[in-house]
């Protein structure tokens, strides 16, 4: 067993040993190590002010044109008539590109609507009643039926005019009554003057009898001679007065008829107009439901194949017009509530397609151009979104536009450096102690 003496010889051995060696250490360590962890933090802190570490709100993105494509969808439950174009092909606006199935003959409906477009409301007298009336209009055939109905009735106003015979027997009526009134007038002035002679023979009459000349007899004789003289003088005044009556009561007829007369002209013509726009109307809506047009100029791309009798289902999408006239292209973004306060115009917007993989054709760029006041029913908001390169990614490759382009965006809302992020973290956790 070793002795206490040896395990102290021992102690003390290793411990000179390690004196040894601390009194002896390599010089390079004092010279240069702290200048090496120096550099090392030098470089730290500046890799942290080159490198950026921004902050992003994530949302999705739809690209598109400040005129997007028309997309064309089935307003009814029908079968496709006849389909007018190929896929891909350009059309112009108002084209008529399919014709859905309805109980009218489309052919004569197109003609009804070439007429209609050519017929102003205020000519409707040259409209071509017999020759729309063999048209097979289906749906709009109680519509026509109503209008030609009026238009009829108009014509056979204004050509028979009903109250023409009345107006004739009224004015015959008046100038008989005027005739006899020139008559009655003439009587009226040879009864005055005959009452202004038994007038002045009734009172010579009267001077006799109060001189006691003459009997009582051949007084009164003479007084009722005066008083039917005066009487039929009466008489022929009653009968110009009746006259005169009779007169304005024709004119006031004949004026009832003028206006009965018009008052009838202005409800025809106001009615068969009525029902003329009431015709349009319907026809603007089996346009709508049967007529598939295009609102723009640009090429067709079917959304499927589609051929004749094919049954289509409302709603169902049918085809998309992309226009000629592009314009501008901008971004329509979809935005939850979440960080949304952090966004302002101008911001950078990193735009990654679905369409291009962002991998090998790089990002495109855009800014925020405006954001809504506030959200929809399922708390999102809509950004709209500038592209000041247009398709042109940050690999200088210019994607190729030819329809919506959907993908996801980041919106940069704070591009801080590291440095700044982190004395960002001390500040805040300061701030909270």
């Known amino acids: 067993m070793e002795t206490r003496k040896d395990i102290l010889d021992e102690i003390e051995l290793r411990s000179e040993a390690v004196q040894d060696v601390l009194s002896q250490p390599p010089h390079w360590m004092f010279r240069w190590g702290n200048m090496v962890i120096f550099g090392i933090l030098l470089m730290i ?6 490198i950026k570490y921004p902050e992003f709100v994530p949302a999705t993105i739809t690209v598109t044109s400040q005129n997007p ?29 399919m014709v859905l ?13 070439t007429v ?5 409301s205020t000519q409707l007298i040259s409209f071509p009643i017999d020759k729309v009336a063999t048209f097979k209009l289906g749906e709009l055939q109680s519509d026509y039926n109503n209008f030609a109905k009026a238009f009829q009735d108009e014509r056979l106003f204004t050509r028979l005019k009903p109250y023409a015979p009345e107006n004739v027997a009224t004015a015959q009526n008046i100038s008989a009554n005027q005739s006899r009134i020139l008559t009655l007038k003439q009587q009226h002035q040879l009864e005055l003057a005959k009452f202004e002679l038994m007038k002045k023979n009734f009172n010579r009459t009267q001077q006799l009898f109060n001189q006691k000349v003459i009997s ?31 007169i304005a009561n024709l004119n006031k007829t004949k004026s009832g008829a003028h206006i009965n007369a018009e008052k009838d002209k202005i409800n025809l013509a106001s009615q068969k107009l009525q029902l003329f726009e009431q015709l349009r109307k319907s026809l603007r ?15 067709v791309s079917f959304q499927q194949f589609w051929g004749e009798n094919q049954f289509l289902k409302r709603g169902h999408a049918i085809l998309t017009i992309l226009p000629n006239d592009k314009k501008a292209l901008v971004g329509r973004m979809l935005l939850h509530a ?8 101008g911001e950078k917007v990193l735009i990654k397609l679905d369409n291009y993989r962002y991998q090998e054709y790089g990002i495109v760029e855009g800014r925020v151009q405006n954001i809504s006041f506030t959200p929809d029913e399922k708390d999102n908001y809509y950004v709209d979104v500038t592209l000041p390169k ?12 030819n329809k919506e382009l959907k993908g996801k965006a980041e919106i940069v809302t704070q591009d801080l450096r590291l440095i700044e992020r982190f004395f960002y973290q001390i500040r805040q956790l300061l701030g909270k102690r």
């Open 285 to 299: 809506e089996w346009e709508q439901n049967y007529l598939i047009t295009s609102a723009t100029d640009g090429s």
């Open 69 to 97: 494509p028309e997309k064309l969808e089935a307003r009814i439950d029908s079968r496709i008539e006849k389909i007018f174009i190929k896929d891909h092909q350009q059309v112009r606006k108002g084209d008529i590109l």
């Open 116 to 120: 209609m477009d050519n017929t102003l």
């Open 338 to 345: 979440t960080n949304s306060g952090k966004i302002v115009p």
């Open 216 to 246: 009582i007899s051949e007084y009164e004789s003479e007084k009722i001679k005066y008083l039917q003289a005066q009487q039929s003088l009466d008489a022929i005044k009653i009968s110009i007065s009746q006259t005169e009556e009779a």
């Open 101 to 113: 199935q309805s109980t009218a003959n489309y052919t004569d409906i197109l003609q009804l609507k």
């Open 45 to 50: 802190l500046l890799m942290s002010y080159f």
């Open 390 to 401: 247009g398709l042109t990614t940050s690999y200088q490759k210019t994607l190729k536009f």
